[in-house]
């Protein structure tokens, strides 16, 4: 019988992984000493770029890069998709400021130091920063003993249109004074995205509000005022135009109707020294005991001054409520409604970084002070 022998040979692994293996890790270090060499705020060059440069597949260039990235030896901008050093994080992977589309803080601007506040406290929280703009046309209000006059619609477009075309890019969110008309907003609405508005209430498609409930306020200064006897209330309008003023007014409307009081309700302009000397000097003839119920801190203030000037005993002749109520009414003496404007500066931040619209609306705190 034949045996037939069968060897075996084994065969050694082939040397071409090894070989493409060693290949790749040498390009890895020359890509590391590339990268140690890098400005911190420049890209790495291109995956084309390199693999000219180095006389090899884009590929591979593109497979070594992404290793290096998952192992935190460069990074990825999350934007632009260029690689570079691992410190350009630090320098360039930084949210951007919120943009505050606000008045001019001047005298009687309580309110917007208190939004402010809020806006500070939650970008800390968030790690962002504050683009804090205006423009003397949106409210112009030199003299606080006078009315402001404020932007019309057609100012407002392009008060907007010069703002976005300077500092849209570099803004990542819109905080809206309650002065900007929904019209304006509405002209603007897909390149201030996200934004919110503050104050007033705003139903525009896509924006998000932080409002406060004027309608709870109006029904707890009614109920105050006729609790305490006052026999006709006064609503004081300190300026035209102001759409938080017109929302309150409207609200103060539906809240009488509610009561069954519209009849013990008028308004009154008192924007100007004459005009809220000629109010006092009337109501102090009057044989009824009145209250003045105004929107606004500042006028209130001016009241409370043309009272006292006018040697009208305040509350037992003439009352006086402030609705906006600023730290600077209640630290007065003022008897006032309270909104926390704090919060809304936070909870504005908040809705910014929200992927839905989002709508908040705080409620008033009445503070009882000496003024009622």
């Keep these: 019988m034949r045996l037939r022998l069968l060897v075996v040979m084994a065969r050694t692994p082939s040397s071409r992984p090894a070989t493409a293996n060693g290949r790749e890790g040498v390009l890895a270090e020359r890509l590391r000493?590339?990268?140690?060499?890098?400005?911190?705020?420049?890209?790495?060059?291109?995956?084309?770029?390199?693999?000219?440069?180095?006389?090899?597949?884009?590929?591979?260039?593109?497979?070594?890069?992404r290793s290096m990235a998952a192992a935190g030896e460069i990074w990825q901008h999350p934007t632009n998709g260029r690689y570079y050093a691992p410190g350009a994080r630090a320098l360039l992977d930084r949210p951007k400021p919120v943009a505050c589309l606000i008045r001019r803080l001047e005298l009687a601007s309580e309110l917007y130091r208190e939004l402010?506040?809020?806006?500070?406290?939650?970008?800390?929280?968030?790690?962002?920063?504050?683009?804090l703009w205006h423009d003397e046309r949106l409210v112009n209000h030199p003299d606080p003993h006078e009315p402001?006059?404020?932007?019309?619609?057609?100012?407002?477009?392009?008060?907007l249109t010069e703002f976005l075309s300077r500092h849209g890019e570099a803004a990542g969110g819109f905080v809206l004074d309650h002065v900007w008309n929904d019209e304006a907003i509405q002209a603007h609405r897909t390149q201030l995205q996200p934004a919110v508005v503050l104050f007033r209430s705003c139903a525009i498609e896509g924006i998000s509000n932080v409002a406060v409930d004027f309608l709870a306020g109006a029904l707890k200064a009614l109920a105050h005022l006729l609790g305490r006897?006052?026999?006709?209330?006064?609503?004081?309008?300190?300026?035209?135009?102001?759409?938080?003023?017109?929302?309150?007014?409207?609200?103060?409307?539906?809240?009488?109707?509610?009561?069954?009081c519209t009849s013990r309700l008028s308004s009154c302009k008192a924007g100007t020294p004459r005009e809220r000397a000629a109010l006092i000097e009337r109501l102090r003839r009057s044989p009824r005991r009145?209250?003045?119920?105004?929107?606004?801190?500042?006028?209130?203030?001016?009241?409370?001054?043309?009272?006292?000037?006018?040697?009208?005993?305040?509350?037992?002749?003439?009352?006086?409520?402030?609705?906006?109520?600023?730290?600077?009414?209640?630290?007065?003496?003022?008897?006032?409604?309270?909104y926390d404007f704090r919060a809304v500066g936070r909870l504005a931040v908040d809705a910014l970084a929200s992927s839905e619209t989002v709508r908040h609306v705080l409620p008033p705190q009445f503070v009882s002070g000496s003024t009622t």
């Design 33 to 65: 000493r590339l990268v140690r060499e890098a400005p911190i705020d420049q890209p790495l060059p291109t995956t084309r770029e390199l693999g000219n440069r180095f006389g090899t597949a884009n590929t591979t260039v593109f497979r070594i890069l």
């Design 290 to 338: 009145n209250a003045l119920l105004c929107p606004e801190d500042n006028i209130a203030m001016l009241l409370l001054e043309a009272v006292r000037a006018a040697s009208c005993r305040c509350p037992e002749q003439l009352g006086l409520l402030s609705v906006m109520g600023t730290d600077f009414a209640a630290k007065s003496g003022l008897s006032c409604l309270r």
């Design 116 to 131: 402010l506040e809020g806006i500070s406290a939650g970008t800390g929280i968030r790690q962002r920063t504050m683009l």
């Design 148 to 159: 402001p006059v404020f932007a019309s619609t057609l100012q407002q477009r392009a008060i």
């Design 229 to 260: 006897g006052f026999e006709h209330i006064v609503l004081v309008e300190p300026f035209a135009d102001d759409p938080a003023v017109i929302e309150f007014s409207t609200a103060l409307g539906r809240a009488a109707g509610e009561l069954g």
